[in-house]
T-cell receptor, first 112, second 114 residues
């Protein structure tokens, strides 16, 4: 079983739509959670951290369910510029080691 | 100017050749990382370094070596390249004082081994 699993998509949605991505992680000791965005042939960039209480940044809302080991990202009022791959990322802490574990990503294509 | 730079950006080489990928950063971060990205496999950690005297293997270090020449420089070497090392390679940095482990990535090096 992969440590972080995502539906690869693609999710094809019209502009203005609301879209949600899900992610599950296998290690219950995971301590920090993030969504990164990666544009085609570009480097990943942090989109937002995910907190237990849920958090919102403009049109983006992230949720964490530790009991189900599940993370979600909701995008409202999709824009063409939201088209990208969204990577779910968890961190495991062990001694001095803080390593990011990346999911394979979910591809979003927003259509005009 | 970019905070994390990688050279070269693209490289085509032949099986058995020695290749070095270089990474430089101006962010002043102590921690640096090398990843490779393959379709369907996501980003996988090759090596990481928490300071100049600290080098650690990641999950897929076989066939690779690294050198941390200075706080700002971290190079990745393929001693004898093989075709399954064809991938997109990313360098990244992070700041131990950030409170969370956000990593800042370079633009990537696309390596093809024939």
């Amino acid at each position: 079983r992969k440590e972080v699993e995502q539906d690869p998509g693609p999710f094809n949605v019209p502009e203005g739509a609301t879209v949600a991505f899900n992610c599950t992680y296998s290690n219950s000791a995971s301590q920090s959670f993030f969504w990164y965005r990666q544009d085609c042939r570009k480097e990943p960039k942090l989109l937002m951290s995910v907190y237990s209480s849920g958090n919102e940044d403009g049109r983006f809302t992230a949720q964490l369910n530790r009991a189900s080991q599940y993370i979600s990202l909701l995008i409202r009022d999709s824009k063409l510029s939201d088209s990208a791959t969204y990577l779910c990322v968890v961190t495991l802490y062990g001694g001095a080691t803080n390593k990011l574990i990346f999911g394979t990503g979910t591809l979003l294509a927003v259509q005009p | 100017d970019a905070d994390v730079t990688q050279t070269p950006r693209n490289r085509i080489t032949k099986t058995g050749k020695r290749i070095m990928l270089e990474c430089s950063q101006t962010k002043g971060h102590d921690r640096m990382y090398w990843y490779r990205q393959d379709p369907g496999l996501g980003l996988r950690l090759i090596y990481y370094s928490f300071d100049v005297k600290d080098i650690n293997k990641g999950e897929i270090s076989d066939g690779y070596s690294v050198s941390r020449q200075a706080q700002a420089k971290f190079s990745l070497s393929l001693e004898s390249a093989i075709p399954n090392q064809t991938a997109l390679y990313f360098c990244a940095t992070s700041d131990v004082l950030a409170g969370y482990n956000e990593q800042f990535f370079g633009p990537g090096t696309r390596l093809t081994v024939l």
